[in-house]
């Protein structure tokens, strides 16, 4: 069964950084496009970030561009959020989301998605 | 930016039937996927590409797609689908995932 794991969230202050994973088991990693989807307490869904299988199509929400930066290690099955400057408006569960359709580019579509870790960002 | 526009909220009784709408500038020239999400859980996909269904999701769930409106409809609804639906579309000329707002069904 695949399973995605995320870790990495916590309290952090106005303007620091965070590292978010998500570790993915049960399927070929290197084959689909992966994606970060983040949701504030009692709110709707909100895409984040995009990123192919060979790491060469990125995309971000334009609520994080600049500041966000996706990527992925193959090799180690993982996939990574750094987040800069963070903002009291970042606070939400991030989920790790496995596209459905293996292949190049992004065609965005959501099969399988992690538990999720929550980022407070708080002073 | 593209919006996706869904009703907050839908009632029906059970065993009827839900359509749950997703509103969008022509969005019938686009593949809408349709999650549903319940309480302290993740989202789970429930219809993709307007209206195919992954395995493992009963036939009572279709989607259909035209014009401005995508329709999410949960025939002979149980007390288990009560949950949040959200609609979803990759905008293309943005290069952004959208989604819309969600809607709470709630089975009477």
């Known amino acids: 069964e695949v399973l995605l794991v995320e870790s990495g969230g916590a309290l952090v202050q106005p303007g620091r950084s965070l590292r978010l994973s998500c570790t993915a088991s049960?399927?070929?990693?290197?084959?689909?496009?992966m994606h970060w989807v983040r949701q504030a307490p009692g709110k709707g869904l909100e895409w984040v970030s995009s990123?192919?299988?060979?790491?060469?199509?990125?995309a971000y929400a334009d609520s994080v561009k600049g500041r966000f930066t996706i990527s992925r290690d193959n090799a180690k099955n993982s996939l990574y959020l750094q987040m800069n400057s963070l903002r009291a408006e970042d606070t939400a569960f991030y989920y790790c989301a496995k596209d459905m359709r293996p292949g190049i580019g992004l065609r965005p579509l959501f099969n399988y998605w992690g538990q999720g870790t929550l980022v407070t960002v708080s002073s | 930016s593209y919006v996706l526009t869904q009703p907050p909220s839908v009632s029906v009784a059970p065993g009827q039937t839900a359509r749950i709408t997703c509103g969008g500038n022509n969005i019938g020239s686009k593949s809408v996927h349709w999650y549903r999400q319940k309480p302290g859980q993740a989202p789970a996909l429930v219809v993709y590409d307007d209206s195919d269904r992954p395995s493992g999701i009963p036939e009572r769930f279709s989607g259909s797609n035209s014009g401005n409106t995508a329709t999410l409809t949960i025939s002979r609804v149980e007390a288990g689908d009560e949950a949040d639906y959200y609609c979803q579309v990759w905008d293309t000329s943005g290069y952004h995932v959208v989604f819309g707002g969600g809607t709470k069904l709630t089975v009477l």
């Open positions: 990123i192919s299988w060979n790491s060469g199509t990125v």
């Open positions: 049960a399927f070929t990693f290197d084959d689909y496009a």
